[in-house]
T-cell receptor, first 112, second 111 residues
């Protein structure tokens, strides 16, 4: 069955520290990968995506994620977080261009 | 501005009173879907539509109906709401094989 796993439901971190949010998915021939961010009381916004090409993708606010086909992972990283990065982050996988499946989310809490 | 618009943003209703949550997109996307978001469960797909007059069940369709009479609109209907349908609902649209765009959400409370 198709599934997306975010093992960490909460990640507390101090400001300016590095962070990694983990995402693993069940293997399939064709997958497109996404990270969405949800700020309090808002909808989901696309943070970054992997459709094809370079396996390392970056967002405009310093996040990056790497598609690792052999490990079926798409972990999200940032070398130095800010208070404003506090939000919930969802990994999502589009299987066979049809079915978009979300992980259960990781709440990133950045402390001063 | 490209967007997905949901209405209402907040809704409190009583058990059994039929309600409709509207969703409209202005990006000419063929693919639209509804999700519910519950703590610890992430987003679960309720129904989706790959084009006009084509709809199909997602992972949690019980108690919901949808219709797709026009490309831009995809309303979610709760014929007889129950308290276990209290949740945060999101509509999304996309081109096939591309990222989804989400509405701002509808917070529904059924008492």
């Amino acid at each position: 069955a198709q599934s997306v796993t975010q093992l960490d439901s909460q990640v507390p971190v101090f400001e300016e520290a590095p962070v990694e949010l983990r995402c693993n998915y069940s293997s399939s021939v064709s997958v497109y990968l996404f990270w969405y961010v949800q700020y309090p009381n808002q909808g989901l916004q696309l943070l970054l995506k992997y459709l094809s090409g370079s396996t390392l993708v970056e967002s405009i606010n310093g996040f990056e994620a790497e598609f690792n086909k052999s490990q079926t992972s798409f972990h999200l990283r940032k070398p130095s977080v800010h208070i404003s990065d506090t939000a919930e982050y969802f990994c999502a996988v589009l299987y066979n261009t049809d079915k978009l499946i979300f992980g259960t989310g990781t709440r990133l809490q950045v402390f001063p | 501005e490209a967007q997905v618009t949901q209405n209402p943003r907040y809704l409190i209703t009583v058990t059994g009173k039929k309600l409709t949550v509207t969703c409209s997109q202005n990006m000419n996307h063929e693919y639209m879907s509804w999700y519910r978001q519950d703590p610890g469960l992430g987003l679960r797909q309720i129904y989706y539509s790959m084009n006009v007059e084509v709809t199909d069940k997602g992972d949690v369709p019980e108690g919901y109906k949808v219709s797709r009479k026009e490309k831009r609109n995809f309303p979610l209907i709760l014929e007889s709401p129950s308290p276990n349908q209290t949740s945060l609902y999101f509509c999304a649209s996309s081109l096939r094989g591309a990222e989804a765009f989400f509405g701002q959400g509808t917070r529904l409370t059924v008492v």
